[in-house]
């Protein structure tokens, strides 16, 4: 299994223009997860997704945040317009299914600085 | 509302030294503890995944532990080496909403 893909790697773009971030989860994992970090609030849960229906939202810090999993192996990240305070590394994550057996599996994270 | 914390924020040790690294949670309504390892730059790392109902678990030179009712779980690395050197993360997943919430982890950096 190639584990869960995250694109771009690096992403470096102007104030006010629009970001899309890309994850592809891993197969057959019910759940994706899209997290941020940053220096000063460490990793922040933004969204989750099951089957491919938004779940929770409330960590999305405004309107110019958006989120979409169109289908089981696609999901995007879109900041619209961005500000340099969007500056961070977000990672996307996947599980199989709730429960205590079942751990979260990494992406290796998009680094979005935002000038 | 769940709150994760590790200490020390920070931890240098001489190679060979063992390295102990805890994590304390607020909630003890969770379906498991997991340990994740980040080098600078990169992504997060599944070291161990502990599940509620389980007081450790090993491999290699880590084993982790688990106290529920405490709300602790501690991390040791027997035989430390350079390589070791990392940031270590706790993250606790809550039985309620699926959350996984994450301490602000430990930065460990072992001395040749």
């Known amino acids: 299994d190639a584990g869960v893909i995250q694109s771009p790697r690096h992403e470096v773009t102007e104030m006010g223009q629009e970001v899309t971030l890309r994850c592809k989860p891993i197969s057959g994992h019910d759940y994706l997860f899209w997290y941020r970090q940053t220096m000063m609030r460490g990793l922040e849960l933004l969204i989750y997704f099951n089957n491919n229906v938004p779940i929770d939202d409330s960590g999305m810090p405004e309107d110019r945040f958006s989120a979409k999993m169109p289908n089981a192996s696609f999901s995007t990240l879109k900041i619209q317009p961005s500000e340099p305070r969007d500056s961070a590394v977000y990672f996307c994550?996947?599980?199989?299914?709730?429960?205590?057996?079942?751990?979260?599996?990494f992406g290796s994270g998009t680094r979005l600085t935002v000038v | 509302k769940q709150e994760v914390t590790q200490i020390p924020a920070a931890l240098s040790v001489p190679e060979g030294e063992n390295l102990v690294l805890n994590c304390s949670f607020t909630d003890s309504a969770i379906y498991n503890l997991q340990w994740f390892r980040q080098d600078p730059g990169k992504g997060l790392t599944s070291l161990l995944l502990i599940q509620s109902s389980q007081r450790e678990q090993t491999s290699g030179r880590l084993n982790a532990s688990l106290d529920k009712s405490s709300g602790r779980s501690t991390l040791y690395i027997a035989a430390s080496q350079p390589g070791d050197s990392a940031t270590y993360l706790c993250a606790v997943l809550g039985a309620a909403g699926n959350k996984l919430t994450f301490g602000g982890g430990t930065r460990v950096l072992v001395k040749p």
């Open positions: 994550a996947s599980s199989p299914r709730q429960g205590e057996r079942y751990g979260y599996t």
